[in-house]
T-cell receptor, first 111, second 117 residues
Framework: LAKTTQPISMDSYEGQEVNITCSHNNIATNDYITWYQQFPSQGPRFIIQGYKTKVTNEVASLFIPADRKSSTLSLPRVSLSDTAVYYCLVFRDTGRRALTFGSGTRLQVQP | GAVVSQHPSRVICKSGTSVKIECRSLDFQATTMFWYRQFPKQSLMLMATSNEGSKATYEQGVEKDKFLINHASLTLSTLTVTSAHPEDSSFYIC?????????????FGPGTRLLVL
């Protein structure tokens, strides 16, 4: 599976839009991208996933360019409760179905 | 609401004892579940794949005789840490896939904090 690279940490302020970009240069045709959020001492929580272009749900948007070598998670108007670690993962719909976690991005939202 | 549960959420045990952790998919069936371990300030590390009706498959470096996995039904997988030692103290998390193909989503349990004294 394609290795993912994302910033180790990011800082933001309440009310701002936060964009976390992840690179996955070796993504394959049958891979798709999924993002998770994890708070301390909790299991990861699914945020959003997609294959190409743009996906939006009630909490986030996911932008995937045509070459699919990167993706950007967009969190609109973050609050203090969005302080967490965010993981970008590449998932293949066949074969091994476990998720391989990288180091994630630690987002700190300040008041 | 939660779709995957774990029990217990926290357990403290003495060195040498065995501890069983349960993972349940609440409103869907999962023929496969996954067990992860997470040490402080680190990412999740896959330990094993739990397969209903067959043996679990373990990742390299994970002792299958120490971490016993039983996928008893389509909604329950258990991880037993046998003869636990302080170095086994960690946060154990399970997951179960729901849906299929590009619609498949892995749902994670809330985790189990194990402390071995």
């Amino acid at each position: 599976l394609a290795k993912t690279t994302q910033p180790i940490s990011m800082d933001s302020y309440e009310g701002q839009e936060v964009n976390i970009t992840c690179s996955h240069n070796n993504i394959a045709t049958n891979d798709y991208i999924t993002w998770y959020q994890q708070f301390p001492s909790q299991g990861p929580r699914f945020i959003i996933q997609g294959y190409k272009t743009k996906v939006t749900n009630e909490v986030a948007s996911l932008f995937i360019p045509a070459d699919r070598k990167s993706s950007t998670l967009s969190l609109p108007r973050v609050s203090l409760s969005d302080t967490a670690v965010y993981y970008c993962l590449v998932f293949r719909d066949t074969g091994r179905r476990a998720l391989t976690f990288g180091s994630g991005t630690r987002l700190q939202v300040q008041p | 609401g939660a779709v995957v549960s774990q029990h217990p959420s926290r357990v403290i045990c003495k060195s040498g004892t065995s501890v069983k952790i349960e993972c349940r998919s609440l409103d869907f069936q999962a023929t496969t579940m996954f067990w992860y371990r997470q040490f402080p300030k680190q990412s999740l590390m896959l330990m094993a794949t739990s397969n209903e009706g067959s043996k679990a498959t373990y990742e390299q470096g994970v002792e299958k005789d120490k971490f016993l996995i039983n996928h008893a039904s389509l909604t329950l997988s258990t991880l037993t840490v046998t003869s636990a030692h302080p170095e086994d103290s960690s946060f154990y998390i399970c997951s179960a896939p729901r849906g299929g193909g590009f619609q498949e989503t892995q749902y994670f349990g809330p985790g189990t904090r194990l402390l071995v004294l």
